[in-house]
């Protein structure tokens, strides 16, 4: 079955240092990969996304993502956390040739001032 | 401005008492899709339409049905809620370029009860 796992239901982080939220995915063929961001009482907004090319993809708010095709990962990472990083991140795949998307579960990230 | 919209953005029904949640888009996207969010679970697909008159089913499509009569609203509908069906609803729309469906704009969400 095509899946998409987030293995961390939580990441906390110290504001200024590096972040790294996972993902992989197990899914058929070339897939489009996305990640958003979920707010407190909002809807989700699309971060970044990778569909060809270059696999080291930049994103919104400093964001950035590594496709690794080996690994089936696209994890999503900050050279430098920010307080207001804080929110839940999720990671999406829509399958080649496939119009469906699977979302992850979801990661909730807190930055520590 | 480019939105999603969607109404009601709360609702506490009672089992059986058939709903609609409306969801519109201004962007003349073509993509159009329903998710419901639950605690640990994150998203999951119900039903998604391609273009007007074309739907097709998520990974969750029991006890939902869909209608894309037009182009810009993608109406979820609940013939007979049950409370299995409590959670928070998100409509999306994305452009489909190419033949890729792209990146998404999420409605605010509507959270429904059922009683």
């Known amino acids: 079955a095509q899946s998409v796992a987030q293995p961390e239901d939580q990441v906390n982080v110290a504001e200024g240092n590096p972040l790294t939220v996972k993902c992989t995915y197990s899914v058929s063929g070339n897939p489009y990969l996305f990640w958003y961001v979920q707010y407190p009482n909002r809807g989700l907004q699309f971060l970044l996304k990778y569909i060809t090319g270059d696999n080291l993809v930049k994103g919104s708010y400093g964001f950035e993502a590594e496709f690794n095709k080996s690994q089936t990962s696209f994890h999503l990472k900050k050279p430098s956390a920010l307080v207001s990083d804080s929110a839940l991140y999720f990671c999406a795949v829509r399958p080649y040739r496939d119009d469906k998307i699977i979302f992850g579960k979801g990661t909730r990230l807190h930055i520590l001032p | 401005e480019a939105q999603v919209t969607q109404n009601p953005r709360y609702l506490i029904t009672v089992t059986g008492k058939k709903l609609t949640v409306t969801c519109s888009q201004n962007?003349?996207?073509?993509?159009m899709s329903w998710y419901r969010q639950d605690p640990g679970l994150g998203l999951r697909q119900i039903y998604y339409s391609m273009n007007v008159e074309v739907t097709d089913k998520g990974d969750v499509p029991e006890g939902y049905k869909v209608s894309r009569k037009e182009k810009r609203n993608f109406p979820l509908i609940l013939e007979s809620p049950s409370p299995n069906q409590t959670s928070l609803y998100f409509c999306?729309?994305?452009?489909?370029?190419?033949?890729?469906?792209?990146?998404?704009?999420f409605g605010p969400g509507t959270r429904l009860t059922v009683l």
């Open positions: 999306a729309s994305s452009p489909r370029l190419a033949g890729a469906t792209d990146t998404q704009y």
């Open positions: 962007m003349n996207h073509e993509y």
